[in-house]
């Protein structure tokens, strides 16, 4: 299924209903824990992201940006937005590229759940990785700043940006392996017989962790700010899935996109990359292992069958909301429809390493 994805996901639209937040509420609180804020304060709801709603406020002091979780009943461990804002508030001292963090809200009564607020970066989205209408030149400059971007993250000093309890000790693939299982467990609607065959084959085969680092744990082309005029990331966005662990879980989380059609988003695999001018996978490895001095990276097939399986049990998440009535984006019955042919994925990727 090809989509558009730049229309369907840029821009804001007006919130309905239950999404619509107390203003009056959200006002005071904003007075009260917003430096510089000043109100009347006007909302719209951006129309990209499934998992933790997010809003333009626009105000006289300026444009924020409030991320909220979601209402109703949730996974134990999803949307959390508190983490989101630890890690950001962090990252901004240490000069990394996110929005300035200006609170956090872990008040029920003021909009209806947990919500943070943060400065809204002004630039553009690229939600297809093909980027129409850009240049060749343009385009390999914008990957490799997306590259470049990571190596930084795997290089910022936790314990200097106050984040040293950010995660728990041991191999993070084997934390992430158990927790996707659960939630994958607990939203599941049918029994699919890939999940339950990479359920048992991906914890007895987790790799050596040789490295801990932040790990942001959605890190892709989609997920980024850039400027409007140059191929330099402003902000790195959606950090709802960091934590302390195993650098490699991002970059090859990024390289999926080489083994991933187009598509309208963020897959590279079925495009003429050479006239395109977007690099090869050995050519963002070598780039990457160079920023962040490693000989290599280790064969990726177990790392593919892992990220396909952790986006099945995302997706699976999804599909559980569309049924309950509770999913956050109108383009979520659609990406619900993607857990099996993920999970397909995901075996195919596990029989190559040995599966």
């Known amino acids: 299924m090809t ?3 730049q229309k369907a996901f840029s821009g804001t639209v007006a919130p309905e209903g239950a999404d619509v937040l107390d203003e009056a509420k959200l006002t005071q609180w904003m007075e009260a824990n917003v430096e ?30 409030l991320r909220r979780k979601p209402f109703g009943p949730l996974l134990p461990s999803a949307h959390a937005v508190d983490r ?16 300035r963090q200006y609170g956090l809200c872990t008040d ?11 400065g809204m970066v002004d630039g553009q989205t690229i939600w297809d990785g093909s980027m129409p209408g850009s240049t060749p030149e343009n385009r390999r400059a914008t990957y490799e700043a997306m590259i ?43 029994t699919m ?61 990024v390289a999926m996109a080489w083994v991933t059609e187009n598509g309208g988003r963020s897959g590279v695999m079925d495009l003429d990359r050479q006239a395109l001018g977007i690099p090869e996978l050995d050519e963002m490895v070598e780039r990457y292992c160079a920023a962040t001095g490693r000989d290599g990276v280790p064969d990726m097939n177990w ?3 892992y990220n396909f399986f952790r986006l099945a049990g995302i997706m699976q998440g999804i599909k559980k909301r569309v049924i309950d009535g509770t999913a956050s984006s109108a383009h979520a019955k659609a990406m619900s429809e993607r857990v099996q042919p993920l ?13």
Do not use: C
């Open 193 to 253: 017989d890939e999940m339950e065959r990479l359920i048992a084959f991906l914890p007895a085969t987790l790799p050596e962790q040789t490295r801990t680092s932040v790990v942001h744990g959605d890190y892709r082309i989609d997920n980024m700010i850039y400027a409007k005029d140059r191929p330099e990331v402003l902000a790195v966005l959606d950090w709802e899935l960091s934590t302390l662990g195993d650098p490699l879980a991002d970059f090859t989380y």
């Open 36 to 65: 510089g804020f000043q109100g009347p304060l006007t909302q719209s709801k951006f129309a990209g992201g499934q998992s933790n709603p997010t809003y333009k406020i626009s105000s006289p002091s300026g444009n924020y940006v």
């Open 3 to 5: 989509i558009d994805a």
């Open 108 to 118: 029920d009564s003021i909009v209806g759940s947990w919500f943070y607020v943060m």
């Open 303 to 305: 790392y593919f069958a």
């Open 148 to 190: 470049d971007t990571l190596a930084a993250l795997h290089k910022v000093d936790v314990e200097a940006a106050g984040l040293s309890d950010f995660g728990k000790p041991g191999n993070y693939f084997g934390r992430q392996v158990d927790r996707w299982t659960k939630q994958y467990k607990l939203a599941e609607t049918e």
């Open 84 to 99: 989101e804002y630890k890690v950001q508030a962090g990252l901004h001292k240490m000069g990394f590229p996110v929005a």
């Open 343 to 355: 999970a397909a994925r995901a075996w195919e990727f596990a029989r190559k390493a040995g599966a």
